[in-house]
T-cell receptor, first 111, second 114 residues
Framework: GQNIDQPTEMTATEGAIVQINCTYQ??????LFWYQQHAGEAPTFLSY????GLEEKGRFSSFLSRSKGYSYLLLKELQMKDSASYLC????????????FGTGTKLQVIP | EPEVTQTPSHQVTQMGQEVILRCVPI?????FYWYRQILGQKVEFLVS????????KSEIFDDQFSVERPDGSNFTLKIRSTKLEDSAMYFC????????????FGPGTRLTVL
């Protein structure tokens, strides 16, 4: 089976940096997704990590450690529009298609 | 940029009625999915569809649900005899391939069962 843990809520200040952690346990591994979801909207793809290390994409970076079953999403220069839920998700492996989502971390950016 | 579209954006129905939620996946994608998100809860996988048949389904996807690709562009989710607990956001998604390929989500249909 697949299990994903991430904090429920976080608060950070506009202009600051925030790190959202995710730990996972999977029976097989085929990478890890991060999605952003604004309230009432669909999840939007942010990143996909399959190898260890940090991948940077503008203000957002994502890190993966396969040996530790751990990932984080780093958001820099926070903006008010970054207030959203951030979903850690594990894609299927072995030919399956079911993506398993964590419960998401609700980030509130304050002035 | 191509995107997944869904109609309607909001559907209100009476308990016991049937609803059909519609999706148009990205045109060159081969795998299609339905997910559900009950208010305040996590996104849950319902079903995946490939080559005109269901390739995987969750325990949620029982006989009350069915999916169909009636033509070359649409992908539908039918919910029969709706229940109050079916009220949720229903997201359609599509991907080029399976397994590690990114799944792109549509804007969702908010289903309210009264």
């Amino acid at each position: 089976g697949q299990n994903i843990d991430q904090p429920t809520e976080m608060t950070a200040t506009e202009g600051a940096i925030v790190q959202i952690n995710c730990t996972y346990q999977t029976s097989g591994f085929n990478g890890l997704f991060w999605y952003q979801q604004h309230a009432g909207e669909a999840p939007t793809f942010l990143s996909y990590n399959v190898l260890d290390g940090l991948e940077e994409k503008g203000r957002f970076s994502s890190f993966l450690s396969r040996s530790k079953g751990y990932s984080y999403l780093l958001l820099k220069e926070l903006q008010m529009k970054d207030s959203a839920s951030y979903l850690c998700a594990v894609p299927p492996h072995g030919g399956y298609q079911k993506v398993t989502f964590g419960t998401g971390t609700k980030l509130q950016v304050i002035p | 940029e191509p995107e997944v579209t869904q109609t309607p954006s909001h559907q209100v129905t009476q308990m016991g009625q049937e609803v059909i939620l519609r999706c148009v996946p990205i045109s060159n994608h081969l795998y299609f999915y339905w997910y559900r998100q009950i208010l305040g809860q996590k996104v849950e996988f319902l079903v995946s569809f490939y080559n005109n048949e269901i390739s995987e389904k969750s325990e949620i996807f029982d006989d009350q649900f069915s999916v169909e690709r009636p033509d070359g562009s649409n992908f539908t989710l039918k919910i029969r005899s709706t229940k109050l607990e079916d009220s949720a956001m229903y997201f359609c998604a599509s991907s080029e391939g399976s397994s590690g390929d990114t799944q792109y989500f549509g804007p969702g249909t908010r289903l309210t069962v009264l």
